[in-house]
């Protein structure tokens, strides 16, 4: 199979004001494969991910020079619609950040489920979203409860069960399991390594280790520049930098 890139990242330089925090990055996020961005704070990393679905828009000083194509169109052209951009490609936080509703109209709002399609079909995608994010189990006999209820692991893939509803292409995730214990942890890879079969994911891991686990490739960025990419296991067996070596090795960060 030859395998296509879903984004390609050129020349991209992000700056809040003056200030440059992403520079002359250059990558190539291959379809249905897991993505990993690793790199100590301050990398640059959130910021990077907020501009692949135009989040940093809505910042106020923050601008970009350079291209981002999707599936070869630019996402910066004046003719794209922002919003259904941002449906393409949706982006799961750290901190989950559930509605103030029920379980199942957290899943159905604000999706284009609701409206268009049949009580039947809403509650066929809601169904359908929380089985691939894994959850299904956890809730199908309390749907209609507040999710406010549900334990921060199951929030954060309540919160991915919202994107998937949206019928992404391209799943973007910061941290999604910096505050969750371990066994929510593996659930959430778990389901992660299901959804590329379907979706692009891009992913700023909770830790190295979880990049090892399930990122396909892997790119280390460093104070906003990136340092050394490639598959994974290559980069984490042989680093080709010396500063890729030293903070796979715990030396910073
Ligand atoms: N809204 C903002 N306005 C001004 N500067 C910002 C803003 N958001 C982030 N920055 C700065 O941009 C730089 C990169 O931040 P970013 O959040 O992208 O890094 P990161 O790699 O995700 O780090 P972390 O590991 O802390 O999440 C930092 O120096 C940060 O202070
Ligand atoms: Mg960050």
Redesign the pocket.
Known sequence: MIQQSKIVIKDLNLY?HE?Q?VKELNLEIPQNEIFAII?P???????TLRTLNRLCDL?F??RQEGEVLLDGKSIFNKNVNVTELRRKVGMVFDVPTPLPMSIFDNVAFGSNLNGKKSKAEVEEGVEKALRMSALWDDVKDRLNTPAARLSGGQQQRLCIARVLALEPEVILLDRPCSALDPISTAKIEDSLIQLKEQFTIII?PHTIQQAGRIADRVAFMLMGDLIEQGITHEVFSVPKDKRTNDYLTGRFG
Not at 41 to 47: A, K, Q, R, V
Request: charge should be positive; charged fraction near 5%.
């Open positions: 809040y200030k925090v790199g704070s301050n990398s640059g990393i959130t910021t910042t000083g923050a700023a």
